[in-house]
């Protein structure tokens, strides 16, 4: 069977490498069964020939008006599709859609129509967000990473910038790679568009953004960049419960040793430690 990708190393690589990492999030255990969605922005990579591809399922309304994402075209996990089926076969748990003139819908037109991710209205609000702000970044990543997820069961993690400041604390890579720290977005009903309202404005001041009892959402240049953020973070919370599984609260970096990597690190102080 043919597919978008053949002929187009470019896009193909991109694709390669949303296999790769979705290869780790079920290695990971962060994607039990369907858990989990996807986008790449895959514009650059768009010549006259899929312009011209028509729709082969009837288009669908996203839930929002997204004016950047006007004739914009995105890879998309489908959904219920699983993220280990997804690692060895990328077209055929996931589509290429294009958004429609009213950008408010979007049609699907490659490899196959498989109905993309649930968590859509989130994913196209960060896209149309980036594209407005003349960001670099071109994917999106919803996850469930264990710790993370187990940390935002505790009330005083979801205070504040508690939550940052414990995982900062933990080990110095994490300030330097997540310098804006986590974001918390109270529980919503998965899917919704309050849960997509939300996660953009944490998006906006937080390099990874966490969903109260349920997952992660991160924005990267690429799909291994919002990898990247999550597992920094994540790895973060692992230490912080191996050391309360070692029977008591960890001691964590104090205040002036944050301090200092900010300072000799030139990193953005936009939150207490
Ligand atoms: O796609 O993770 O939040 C499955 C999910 C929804
Ligand atoms: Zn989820």
Known sequence: MSSILDGRPGLAAVI?????????????????????NITVNITEFVDDEIKAMPAIAPAKQI???????????????????????????PMQNGAVIRICDDCASYEIIADEPVMPTSELPSHLALQNYLLETGSTYK????????ELVAMSHIRRFLKGDEMTRVLWSMIP?????????????PYYIPGSIELA?????????????LWEKHGTVA?????????????????????????????????????????????VFKLPKVRPC
């Open 16 to 36: 390669d490498q949303v296999a790769e990492v979705t290869g780790y999030l079920w290695q990971k255990g962060w994607a039990e069964r369907n858990g989990g």
């Open 173 to 185: 890579e994490t300030l330097a790679f997540a310098p804006l720290g986590i974001g918390i977005v």
């Open 63 to 89: 839930g929002k008006v997204l004016p950047y994402l006007k004739g914009k075209y995105f890879y998309a996990k489908g959904t219920g599709k699983r993220m280990r089926d997804l690692a060895r076969w």
């Open 139 to 146: 994917a999106t990543l919803h996850t469930h990473p264990i």
């Open 219 to 263: 924005v990267g240049t690429d799909i291994m960049d919002a990898f990247d953020q999550t597992d920094v973070l994540c790895k973060a919370a692992n230490i912080y419960m191996c050391a309360r599984n070692m029977g008591s609260e960890p001691d964590g970096m104090t205040e002036a040793d944050i301090k200092e990597i900010q300072d």
């Open 197 to 209: 309202d939300a996660t953009l404005e944490q998006i906006k001041t937080h390099d990874v953004v």
